[in-house]
């Protein structure tokens, strides 16, 4: 037997913004809100996302993150940051480079140029 990952579930005290974010950044759609404690974004070719409305979000770094990949990571970077994405760091060497960011509400994720 194995599973099959089927959704990514993120806790956030505002369901509903973050998941309007995370739509428009990934060309995905809202299409449950459930009264903004429970918000699902389906994005084209990719894992279901989820946000969750929770009183006190797990404190400190998050230990899973997402992974995202852009055509262009400096322009897709940019774009993102304009959007309201924080910096943490850019990483790699000229083999590999990849930025790790933040989401509105705080959650780490990192974003590689497409080879």
């Known amino acids: 037997m194995t599973v099959t990952p089927a959704m990514i579930t993120c806790d956030t005290t505002d369901a509903l913004a973050l998941a309007t974010w995370w739509a428009e950044q990934t060309g995905g759609t809202i299409t449950e809100e459930n ?5 699902i974004v ?5 894992p279901t996302l989820a946000f969750q ?3 006190d979000p797990t404190p400190g770094k998050n230990r899973l993150h997402l992974d995202v990949l ?3 990571l400096d322009a897709e970077v940019a774009r993102l940051r304009e959007a309201g994405a924080g910096l ?3 990483r790699g060497d000229a083999s590999f ?5 933040t989401d509105p509400a705080g959650n780490e994720f ?5 080879s």
């Open 97 to 101: 480079r990849w930025v790790t960011l």
């Open 70 to 72: 852009a055509d262009d």
């Open 88 to 90: 943490v760091a850019e």
């Open 35 to 39: 009264d903004g404690w429970y918000v």
């Open 42 to 46: 389906s994005v084209p070719d990719s």
């Open 53 to 55: 409305k929770v009183e």
């Open 110 to 114: 990192c974003v590689a140029q497409r």
